[in-house]
């Protein structure tokens, strides 16, 4: 439906035009109504019209004055369609002057020459939005064409031999720049806070999408400074310069950067930090910048707030080498203790284990595989991993851009363990049956026994197995081999693990007892078990 604005000073005009005519039936919405021109200006200001119907002879601003004004306001252009009267000639042949071509002469208003008139306007208005919107597809295509070449260059620069170096800048100039500097400074962005960054703008190609294009309309005013995207999280600055003592072309970068950063916060709530390279002036050069840029953006992940960072100022930044799984019983011990206490905060109990990360300052990857292995042992023990599959947590943490960012994922995966383990306490009602069960489901992966739990928790085994029976009205070993099938259901289904190796994992020295065990449960051996 078209917008519709009809101008006129003589109310009785305008009641016939928004009244008699059946503006709905042929593609337009009732009119908005204007009784002088500085009123209906007002109303284009907020709400530009698709069509406006406007008198020529108005008192004060006239309706030329009045489209004159209507067409500095946006370069979406409405069409206009002139009342006038017969001796107004020379008011309409401004009109053509600029533009007008449609007129209704108020000595003749006729409703099926306006209903005439109003139709063919809509077919010229239709072609014209056809040939805007394959006009727009058309720039979007090019736009994604180009923005595909560009990722192309940076990953051939990343991944191709040097020896396809030839044409490079050729390649460059279709991208943008109008001119070859004799030297380059290459950049890498990277998101701050991406977990942040992906709950905000739901997936990843929505956000790499969003940056590219704020970024890339940035740049306009930049003429030398070329966006190449690379990742949802990440994307690459080259920018092309000369070495003079007029300009310090080091400090231009850097304080362009910047304004990137600030915009890209103000406009999209995204932090990011920026590691600057330095001058180039071959491909040879920038491709191995590039790879050291990639690599440094691991050194960023200690900063606890965004960034622009110097690459050389990293040169001395080591991070530690001794074997951060060297802590691994220490800190799972500690962790274990917190998921089954259930009344500790965990922000707190989790701090001794960030702080000596921090002060340590084990690299990002290690890290990383140290805490997956950590939630991984967790789900095992726990059984949550519907919620919190494998390969999602891989996707998560691989995605984490520093340990402020970290601390959070794991604060809250180990809140989640906490509630389960609750739940699962809340299933008896004896504070001795809670103990059982929870020794049990930590230690699935040995032999468990009555009397070796009872003297866990200090209680004479027959009292502890009639207590066990009368309080979950199932016997107590019972228990034990229900939460192991389990687990092997669970090994099969989410596993490539051999028959024997989960019957060893689950404590079970003997395979055919195991398989035994498991048929009785489940009604079919684990070789057919789907």
């Known amino acids: 439906m078209y917008k519709v604005l009809v101008v006129d000073d003589d109310v009785a005009v305008l009641n016939f035009l928004c009244t008699m005519i059946p503006w709905n039936t042929f593609g337009y919405t009732m009119p908005h109504r204007s009784t002088n021109a500085e009123e209906a200006l007002e109303h284009c200001h907020k709400e530009l019209p698709d069509l406006i119907v406007t008198d020529i002879g108005m008192p ?6 009045l489209i004159k004004s ?14 006038s009267c017969h001796d107004e000639f020379s008011y309409a042949k ?21 209903i005439d008139l109003l139709s063919k306007l809509k077919i010229k208005m239709d072609e014209e939005k056809q040939h805007l919107d394959e006009f727009q597809k058309l720039n979007i295509q090019a736009h994604q064409n180009k923005s595909i070449l560009k990722e192309k260059w940076i990953n051939d620069v990343l991944s191709a031999p040097v020896s396809k170096s030839y044409l490079w800048k050729e390649q460059l100039g279709k991208f943008g720049l109008s001119r070859h500097h004799p030297f380059f400074i290459p950049a890498v962005a990277c998101i701050h806070r991406t977990s942040d960054a992906f709950i905000r703008y739901e997936d990843e190609h929505t956000l790499k ?7 890339e309309e940035l740049l306009l005013e930049i003429p030398d400074l070329l966006f190449f995207s690379y990742t949802s999280y990440q994307f690459f600055l080259l920018y092309n310069c000369e070495n003079t003592l007029k300009i310090n072309p080091r400090e231009y970068i850097s304080n362009r950067c910047k304004e990137i950063q600030y915009k890209l916060m103000k406009l999209l709530k995204l932090p990011v930090s920026i590691l600057v390279g330095d001058l180039e002036n071959d491909y040879p050069g920038i491709k191995q910048q590039l790879h050291l840029l990639l690599q440094d953006t691991e050194k960023m992940f200690y900063y606890s707030e965004p960034q622009i960072i110097k690459m050389k100022n990293l040169e001395d930044y080591h991070f530690h080498k001794e074997d951060l799984l060297n802590h691994y019983v220490e800190f799972s011990e500690q962790i274990n203790r917190v998921i089954l206490e259930g009344n ?9 284990f960030i702080q000596f990360i921090i002060d340590k300052k084990y690299a990002p990857n290690k890290v990383k595989q140290f805490v997956n292995k950590l939630v991984l042992d967790i789900m095992l023990k726990l059984k949550i991993n519907q919620q919190y599959a494998n390969e999602k947590i891989q996707r998560q ?3 984490i851009s520093n340990i402020g960012e970290l601390q959070k994922w794991l604060i809250h995966f180990i809140e989640e363990a906490v509630r389960t383990m609750e739940d699962i306490s809340k299933q008896s009602k004896k504070i001795e049956i809670i103990n059982a069960q929870k020794y049990v489901l930590l ?14 928790l200090h209680l004479n085994p027959s009292y502890f197995s009639r207590l066990y029976k009368k309080e979950t009205n199932e016997n107590f070993i019972e ?4 939460m192991k099938m389990e687990k092997a259901k669970e090994l099969l289904n989410h596993s490539e693990k051999t028959i024997d190796s989960i019957s060893q994992l689950l404590g079970y020295d003997n395979k055919s007892y195991f398989v035994k065990l498991f048929k009785q449960h489940f009604g079919v051996v684990p070789s057919k078990f789907v």
């Open 60 to 65: 004060g601003m006239n309706g030329i004055e």
């Open 70 to 83: 209507i067409k500095k306001i946006n370069q979406h252009q409405p069409r206009f369609v002139i009342l």
């Open 94 to 114: 401004q009109a053509v002057q600029i533009g007008v071509q449609d007129y209704i002469l108020k000595e003749s208003l006729d409703i099926p020459d306006i």
């Open 209 to 215: 999408f969003i940056i590219e294009n704020a970024v």
């Open 344 to 352: 500790i905060d965990v922000e707190d109990a989790l701090n001794p």
């Open 397 to 399: 943490l691989i995605q």
């Open 443 to 456: 230690n699935l992966d040995q032999k468990i026994t009555l009397d070796e739990v009872a003297n866990h």
């Open 479 to 482: 228990y034990v081999t229900r």
